[in-house]
C-alpha cells in the first residue's frame, strides 16, 4: 500500500520528529508558501509546522488530493479561510498541548501585579530600598474567557491559590466542573465589574472579535488587571490603551496584540503599568516534543482508519467540547 503523501510547511524550523514521520509517509518538506504551493499537487496531508506561516490558501486551487490539515497550535483563525472552512478537508490542532503553561503564565502576570513587582522594578532601577503594599491572590475573583481547555486548566490552577474563578463561554450554566459559574459572552460587562483579574484565552471567531470593549473596560474595577494569552483582536486595543493610560485599571499582562510584532510606536511599550512578551505564553522547553508526538499518534490513527483527535468544528472555529463543558 503506498504511503500518503505529506507536506510539511517547515519555515525555517526543524521538525521534531521528521525521521519516524518519513518512516510513515511519502514526506515532502517546503520551506516558504510559494515551497508549498508547488508541494499541493498530490498531497493528502498539510502539517503546518511553521504555525504563523501563510501559503495554504495561495495554493489551494493546487490542492487537489488534499484530505487533512494539521495546525500546531491552539487558535485556528488564521487559518480559516473561506475555501477551506467550506470544503470537506479536516482541520485538526494541538488542543491540550499549551494548556499547563498557559495556565502559569497566567497566574505568573497575576502575582506580577498582586506582589507589585512593577514598583519593585521601579525601585531597583533607582537603587531604592523602600516598603510598597503587595496583596494576598486567596478572596479575589477571576473571570476567564474561554472555556476550553486552556481556560479550564487556567481555572484550576487558579482555583487551586484561593482565586474564585468564573468562566465567560457561548451560554450561561451553573454546575460547571472547573468553574464556579460560566456566564454567557454577551454579558461580559454586565460582568466585568466583579472580578478582580480578567483573563483572556477565547479563540478568535466573528463573535468574539473585539469581545473586551470600551463598555466592558468601563465596567472593569479600576484596581483591576487584564491578562490577553488569547488573540490580540480579542480586544479593542486603543481603548484599552486609554484606559491603561488613565489608570481607570489599574494594569495589563499582554502577550499577545494587534498586529503582531508590537509596532515600536505603540504606546502601549512606554506604560509602567502594561508587560509585554511576544507571544510566547504556551512554550515550554517541552511543547515541540509534545506536538510532535501529538501529530504522530494523529497520522497512525488516520492510517489506521480511526478517528482523528482534536478536529476542528471549521463554522465555530475551533474544537467543540463535549456536552455540557
Not at 9 to 19: A, I
Not at 205 to 223: P, W
Amino acid at each position: 500500500m503506498a504511503k500518503p503523501v505529506l507536506t510539511i510547511l517547515t519555515g525555517n524550523r526543524e521538525v521534531t520528529g521528521l525521521d519516524t514521520l518519513r518512516q510513515l509517509a511519502d514526506v515532502r518538506l517546503a520551506a516558504d508558501a510559494d515551497e508549498l504551493a508547488a508541494a499541493l499537487p498530490g498531497t493528502e496531508i498539510v502539517y503546518l509546522w511553521n504555525y504563523f506561516a501563510d501559503g495554504l490558501q495561495q495554493g489551494w486551487e493546487r490542492a487537489d488530493a488534499l484530505n487533512w490539515v494539521h495546525l500546531p497550535a491552539a487558535g485556528v483563525d488564521r487559518l480559516l479561510f473561506p475555501e477551506l472552512a467550506a470544503s470537506n478537508v479536516t482541520v485538526t490542532n494541538a488542543r491540550g498541548i499549551f494548556d499547563a503553561a498557559m495556565a502559569e503564565y497566567a497566574l505568573a502576570g497575576i502575582l506580577y501585579f498582586a506582589k507589585n513587582f512593577p514598583q519593585a522594578r521601579l525601585n531597583q532601577a533607582e537603587r531604592r530600598w523602600q516598603h510598597f503594599g503587595t496583596s494576598n491572590l486567596a478572596g479575589t475573583r477571576a473571570l476567564v474567557a474561554g472555556t476550553g481547555s486552556i481556560g479550564r486548566a487556567t481555572a484550576r490552577l487558579l482555583r487551586a491559590v484561593g482565586i474564585e474563578t468564573d468562566g465567560l463561554g457561548r451560554t450561561a450554566r451553573d454546575g460547571d466542573a472547573d468553574f464556579g459559574a460560566v456566564h454567557a459572552s454577551a454579558d461580559f460587562a454586565a460582568v466585568a465589574g466583579n472580578y478582580d483579574w480578567v483573563v483572556l484565552v477565547a479563540p478568535l471567531t466573528e463573535a468574539t472579535r473585539g469581545m473586551l470593549n470600551a463598555d466592558v473596560l468601563a465596567a472593569m474595577k479600576s484596581s483591576a488587571v487584564l491578562v490577553n494569552m488569547g488573540r490580540g483582536e480579542l480586544m479593542v486595543q486603543c481603548a484599552l490603551e486609554g484606559m491603561l493610560r488613565d489608570g481607570r485599571i489599574r494594569g495589563a499582562v499582554l502577550d499577545v496584540t494587534s498586529p503582531e510584532p508590537l509596532p515600536q510606536s505603540s504606546p502601549l511599550w512606554g506604560l509602567e503599568n502594561v508587560l509585554i512578551t511576544p507571544h510566547l505564553s504556551g512554550d515550554s522547553r517541552s511543547h515541540l516534543p509534545a506536538m510532535a508526538a501529538q501529530f504522530e499518534a494523529n497520522l497512525r490513527a488516520y492510517l489506521a482508519g480511526e478517528p482523528l483527535e482534536n478536529v476542528v468544528d471549521k463554522q465555530l472555529g475551533f474544537v467543540a467540547a463535549p456536552a455540557g463543558r
